[in-house]
């Protein structure tokens, strides 16, 4: 069982930025995948960017250019630092890890982007 802690949300104007954080209760060097996803209400849940083991990334579309994740390895997290917001990147965000071929998730951070 691995526990995520997401912090990092809240509300920002547009263009402005933040910086979302995943700490997971086991190492991050045991987990083969991390990522941060998002849902709108009425919508699917979202890839926005994930990173491996190895540290490759992907970033969504919509995310390029923007966003970047990232991993602290000393503080044992994963980061998701967020330029340039938009009111469409509003969403609750969640962490997910994959650990010994099962997905766990947080329970999410809230991004609210709104003059």
């Known amino acids: 069982q691995v526990q995520l802690v997401e912090s990092g949300g809240g509300l920002v104007q547009p263009g402005g930025s933040l910086r979302l954080s995943c700490a997971p209760s086991?190492?991050?060097?045991?987990?083969?995948?991390m990522g941060w996803y998002r849902q709108t209400p009425g919508k699917e849940r979202e890839l926005v960017a994930g990173i491996t083991s190895s540290g490759s990334t992907k970033h969504a579309d919509s995310a390029k250019g923007r966003f970047t994740i990232s991993r602290d390895n000393a503080k044992n997290t994963v980061l998701l630092q967020m330029n340039t917001l938009k009111p469409e990147d509003t969403a609750l965000y969640y962490c997910s890890v994959v650990y010994r071929g099962v997905d766990y998730w947080g329970r999410g951070t809230q991004v609210t982007v709104s003059s």
């Open positions: 086991v190492t991050i060097f045991s987990i083969n995948r």
